[in-house]
């Protein structure tokens, strides 16, 4: 009689132990029978019911697939990877528990866990400065991307990038990431549900300035110094300064113009490309404009 088959078993310390139809992740064990259920309860944010099942059944599906490349341990690398038309590496890294589906890990549930801190937003009554800058990234070159809880800021300026960093930290604890790229830009994100959907309700996306964050003239100033950050930019030329700022959204220009005007600071206005802005060229004016809003250094 042949010898009965070795019960198929995968393990790596601290990350994932595979047994039979389980995956054991250092803290629980989730079962194939919970997993679409964990899996949907972690996703419900997203709201979209259609491609919420699109998302959790291809998850599923390499889940399935993993249990039964494992399932074959007896089997050659080679014919594995035949047989389910994947790569034979990928089998072999998948047998020393390497480059497992990101599904599977422990280090996934840690991570949608920490996405479901909470956050403290501010109400529009206690005139938040620091969330009022907070908000004008928003509107500039700040977002959160979309089908995903992640904001995400991509700019040249590191300062610009660190001081949105420093500041949405005191209202989302939860830790991001900042690195560079190539091209020499600077990347932030951080992963937060509650956030996202803050400002999603907020209806930011650039569409229109939330006015009612922006009762008084330090938010107002704040605001506007994150859409200078993002989009305006000062040159020099045969040592005349001028400071430009364009944006596409009118509501935006128009708020902007006025929280200048407001300050006493004169501007004409110009459009390059089709793409409308304002220029601050005279020394009066970049004067007021550098006491007044300026560039975050």
């Known amino acids: 009689m042949p010898p009965r088959p070795r019960r198929p078993t995968f393990s790596r310390t601290g990350k994932v132990s ?18 679409r259920s964990k899996l949907i309860q972690q ?7 259609r491609k919420t ?11 399935e697939l993993l249990e039964r490349v494992l399932s074959m341990l007896e089997e050659s690398a080679e014919a594995v990877a035949r047989r389910f038309r994947i790569a034979s590496n990928t089998v072999r890294r998948w047998r ?3 480059n497992l589906p990101q599904y ?3 280090k996934f549930f840690q991570q949608k866990e920490r996405a479901r801190k909470p956050i403290k937003i501010p109400k529009p009554e206690e005139h938040n400065a620091d969330f009022a800058y907070v908000l004008g990234a928003m509107c500039g070159n700040a977002s959160v991307k979309r089908e995903q809880p992640v904001i995400f800021l991509r700019a040249r300026n590191k300062v610009f990038v660190e001081s949105f960093k420093k500041k949405l930290a005191i209202f989302v604890p939860t830790k991001g990431m900042m690195g560079m790229k190539a091209g020499k830009t600077w990347d932030f994100s951080v992963t937060s549900v509650a956030a996202a959907q803050a400002f999603n309700q907020l209806t930011l996306y650039g569409k229109k300035p939330p006015v009612s964050y922006l009762q008084n003239r330090e938010t107002k100033r704040a605001f506007v110094r994150a859409l200078f950050d993002s989009h305006g930019y000062p040159s020099s030329r045969r040592g005349n300064v001028r400071v430009f700022f364009s944006k596409a959204n009118p509501k935006i220009l128009d708020f902007v113009k006025e929280v200048l005007t ?7 206005n110009f459009s390059s490309r089709g793409v409308p802005g304002i220029i601050i060229e005279k020394q009066a004016a970049l004067q007021k404009f550098s006491s007044a809003i300026g560039f975050t250094q």
Do not use: H, M, P
């Open 18 to 35: 595979y047994v039979g139809r389980e995956v054991r992740t250092d803290k629980a064990t989730v079962s194939l029978a919970d997993f």
């Open 43 to 49: 996703s419900r944010w997203l709201g979209n019911a």
């Open 53 to 63: 099942k699109a998302a959790l059944d291809q998850q599923l599906r390499q889940f």
């Open 96 to 98: 020393r528990g390497e």
């Open 104 to 106: 599977l890990s422990a």
């Open 262 to 268: 407001e300050e006493g600071i004169s501007f004409s």
